[in-house]
């Protein structure tokens, strides 16, 4: 079983600031099956990357993912009020299916 | 327009049952692997069950297995999950997710909540 690791918890930023969230899994993961959503407060999750680096649809380019093997970041560059929210990576893996979230890490601004 | 609308969340008491129901549309149903995916209160995002395309795969995290069955009626665009023998920290909100075919969830449902509490 993958276990996803997120770090930090907590990030606090000033607006306009850059951000990087770190996802770090037990054994080495697909980059075709790695993604990260954000779920803001009483909101539904959004899918924001997927395949480490793909852009969801709508999703803005100040958004970026990046990372191979056990090693993966989203990365913010430039923090707006409306990215107030958790972010979580999540894996599959093919053989057994298994589905894992990381604990998700929370951006806030200072 | 995919639209997932869940259905069915509520009261139930520890040891009883719950079936939640997803009503899927904007897409082709029987193409895409479907997921129950739930949050707890101060809690993360943890997966539940997956279900293939054609209902003939399932897979469940092992905090449910052997008492959750996620099943599919593909005539309906309805994807289901029956709750049995619920403890108290199955309380969650109950998201239904379309697979993007890489194992990840695309599109979600608003949510149904579940209050496990005697």
Known sequence: EIVLTQSPGTLSLSLGEGATLSCRASQSVSTSHLAWYQQKPGQTPRLLIYGTSSRATGIPDRFSGSGSGTDFTLTISGVEPEDIAVYYCQQYGASPPTWAFGQGTKVEIK | ?118
């Not at chain 2, 082709?28 to 739930?38: A, D, K, L, Q």
């Open chain 2, 1 to 118: 327009e995919v639209q997932l609308l869940e259905s069915g969340g509520g009261l139930v008491q520890p040891g009883g049952s719950r079936r939640l129901s997803c009503a899927a549309s904007g897409f082709t149903f029987t193409t895409y692997s479907m997921s129950w995916v739930r949050k707890a209160p101060w809690k993360g995002l943890e997966w539940v069950a997956a279900i293939s395309g054609s209902g003939d795969r399932t897979n469940y995290a092992d905090s449910v297995k052997g008492r959750f069955t996620i099943s599919r009626d593909n005539s309906k665009n309805t994807l289901s999950l029956q709750m049995n023998s619920v403890r108290d920290d199955d309380t969650a909100v109950y998201y239904c997710a379309k697979d993007n075919s890489y194992g990840n969830f695309e599109s979600w449902g608003q949510g149904t909540l579940v209050t496990v509490s005697s």
